[in-house]
């Protein structure tokens, strides 16, 4: 059993800042790759920006500059630090890792989703 939990949500105004915290649990040999997604209303669901176990890092064009993403792999946490936040950056957020289990299965786990919404 694996899960991923988000926390950090909520309602900020533009121009404000969030941090959004995921962390991962359960039966894990390895974490890969990891990332955050959005979801805002009637949209597909977007790649925000994406880790390796090595650090590097790629972000979406509308959120570089803004966003930081890391990561402590000796907790299997994972951060981002959301600056200058505009209300087109209001949606539900969700963590994803490429995880690695005790029995060697490998495959993109999920969290439940955390709202961010911008306005004023």
């Known amino acids: 059993q694996v899960q991923l939990v988000e926390s950090g949500g909520g309602l900020v105004q533009p121009g404000g800042s969030l941090r959004l915290s995921c962390a991962a649990s359960?039966?894990?040999?390895?974490?890969?790759?990891m990332g955050w997604y959005r979801q805002a209303p009637g949209k597909e669901r977007d790649l925000v920006a994406s880790?390796?176990?090595?650090?590097?890092?790629n972000y979406a064009d509308s959120v570089k500059g803004r966003f930081t993403i890391s990561r402590d792999n000796a907790r299997n946490t994972m951060n981002l630090q959301m600056n200058s936040l505009k209300p087109e950056d209001t949606a539900v957020y969700y963590c994803n890792a490429d995880i690695t289990t005790t029995r060697l299965f490998s495959r993109g786990f999920w969290g439940q989703g955390t709202q961010v919404t911008v306005s004023s």
């Open positions: 359960g039966s894990i040999f390895s974490i890969n790759a």
């Open positions: 880790i390796t176990s090595g650090g590097n890092t």
